[in-house]
Nanobody
Framework: QVQLVESGGGLVQAGGSLRLSCAAS????????MGWHRQAPGKQRELVAH???????YYADSVKGRFTISRDNTKNTVYLQMNSLKPEDTAVYYC?????????WGQGTQVTVSS
């Protein structure tokens, strides 16, 4: 089993920044894609960004140019730097890791952006 521990959420004013972290531990053998999803109240969970083991990144259109995903393979950790935050970015953010053929999810961290 792999455990994911997220940190870095919180309350920030519009235009501010936050950095999310997600560390994988346990029986980690080979991590492929690492990513972040979010779910706002009353909405479906959506993919925000992901990064492959080779460093290829993908971003949702709504966060392009404002968010940056990165990973530290030595620490099995993925980061999401969020700049120029908007109230519509308010959501619970979930870390997602594909380890070999297994799909793991974090417990979620709340991000609230006030206007």
């Amino acid at each position: 089993q792999v455990q994911l521990v997220e940190s870095g959420g919180g309350l920030v004013q519009a235009g501010g920044s936050l950095r999310l972290s997600c560390a994988a531990s346990g029986r980690v053998f080979s991590i492929n894609t690492m990513g972040w999803h979010r779910q706002a109240p009353g909405k479906q969970r959506e993919l925000v960004a992901h990064i492959t083991s080779s460093g290829t990144t993908y971003y949702a259109d709504s966060v392009k140019g404002r968010f940056t995903i990165s990973r530290d393979n030595t620490k099995n950790t993925v980061y999401l730097q969020m700049n120029s935050l908007k109230p519509e970015d308010t959501a619970v953010y979930y870390c997602n890791v594909l380890e070999r053929w297994n799909d793991y999810w974090g417990q979620g961290t709340q991000v609230t952006v006030s206007s």
